[in-house]
């Protein structure tokens, strides 16, 4: 056991030498980098990867000499088009109204900083723009008297956060199964803008609003669109209760995906409509293609069977139209039933688990994606192409591939 807890740590060591060799010398194994010679850290200073492949990046935007908060969070796919971006009040002030070119330029943008280019381009163009510069005037006092009487009636047991321009206000509420909640209303500058809403529902909430929506009201629309996900709920609990999810590893409300074992080293890919939550969800299946094809098929010729009427659970109708029988949380205890990663000697790498898995039958070795990237790129046998490096298996030489971005 100290061997691979030596091993494991000796080579998140590495990945930080890596990380060095590239500040220093531009001898990157980033992808953009590789691609194009222009890195996040270039673009973005004060912006760190939290992973080693570029998942997470929080930090600080710089745009004239101001450093705005802001996190760029890629899915499990890897897809920048589904990314998710949180950022600061006044950050988001700049972006409303430009959603749709936002989505835009995720869709179009190549990779990571190619994007954050584009970003902090038109946010120069926004922030000269009059209005945003200086920090924004206090509301009239019978603003504040009416946001008190509002949190009065709300009660004051259900406001977990206020601001201390009181720009900023947190409410955590119940659903009908006393899951928790939570409700944040960012005040607009001006009177006559609606704030705006952030919250966990899994679909975008923007409630109607006139000058004279109070609080309360707006909270009111929140809690009806808690009841209207009561089902979308139930069956993501139930996933998580009846099945062995390996991400995300601490699902939060407005999460549509789970990554479930289906067998040894054979996961799939959830995503449940939150609209219509017992009809048949999207899915994708990760593992060697000689176990994963015959699943695959059986899945695919039996989906007419699916059972949307509530009768079954998602975990009984995949079970039925897989022809197998899901392992359920409790042998999430049993090691080796989804292995290690054959390069870091570990099971979890910054939260990740391992999703390659060698083609070979007789191998099926699985690696975390990050591991056998770095693996592959060290080797001079290795071939890209069309953004995806073949090599050998480090096990068993058979070929084996891996995309350059996740
Ligand atoms: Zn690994
Ligand atoms: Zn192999």
Redesign the pocket.
């Known amino acids: 056991m100290m061997g691979v807890a030596t091993r494991a740590c000796a080579?998140r060591n590495r990945f930080q030498l890596l990380r060095t060799v590239c500040e220093c010398s531009c001898l990157s194994f980033s992808n953009s980098c590789m691609q194009q010679g222009v890195r996040v850290s270039d673009v973005c200073p004060l912006l760190l990867s939290l992973s080693p492949h570029g998942r997470y990046y929080r930090g600080y935007l710089s745009i004239d000499g101001r450093d705005f908060a802001f996190a760029l969070t890629l899915p499990s796919s890897g897809e920048l088009k589904d990314a998710r971006i949180e950022c600061d009040w006044l950050l988001a002030q700049m972006l409303r109204g430009k959603e749709a070119l936002l989505q835009k330029l995720l869709q179009e943008s190549e990779d990571e900083a190619s994007f954050l280019m584009k970003l902090k381009q038109i946010l120069t163009h926004t922030s000269s723009s009059p209005g945003l510069a200086p920090p924004p005037p206090p509301r009239h006092p019978a603003h504040y008297t009416q946001l008190l009487a509002d949190l009065d009636t709300i009660g004051w047991k259900r406001v977990t956060r206020v601001s201390q321009d009181f720009s900023q206000l947190t409410i955590t509420t119940l659903d009908g199964k006393q899951r928790e909640h939570v409700f944040t209303v960012h005040m607009a500058q001006k009177e006559e803008e609606a704030p705006t809403i952030t919250c966990d529902l899994p679909i975008p909430f923007k409630p109607s609003w006139t000058g004279k929506t109070t609080l309360p009201q707006m909270l009111e629309r929140f809690e009806e669109q808690l009841k209207v996900h009561q089902v979308f709920w139930d069956v993501m609990d139930q996933l998580d209760r009846e099945t062995w999810v390996l991400e995300p590893q601490q699902p939060k409300p407005d999460s549509i995906c789970r990554r479930i074992v289906v067998c040894s080293n054979v996961s799939l890919y959830v995503s449940v409509d939150p609209s219509r939550p017992l009809s048949l969800p999207e899915f994708k299946f990760l593992g060697p293609e000689h176990v994963v094809g015959p699943i695959r098929r059986r899945m695919l010729a039996k989906v007419p069977h699916w059972d949307s009427s509530g009768q079954l659970t998602v975990k009984e109708n995949l079970e039925n139209l897989m022809d197998l029988k899901l392992p359920g949380p409790e042998e999430s205890q049993q090691e080796g039933f989804c292995g290690e990663?054959?390069?870091?000697?570990?099971y979890q790498?910054e939260g990740l688990v391992?999703e390659v898995v060698c083609d070979n039958a007789h191998c099926n070795q699985p690696?975390?994606f990050?591991?056998l990237l770095e693996w592959l790129q060290t080797l001079p046998t290795t071939r890209q192409s069309f953004g995806v490096l073949f090599g050998e298996c480090p096990y068993c030489n058979h070929q084996i591939s891996v995309k350059l971005q996740r």
Do not use: D, M, Q, T
């Open positions: 080579r990663c054959g390069v870091c000697y570990a790498l391992p690696f975390h990050a591991c």
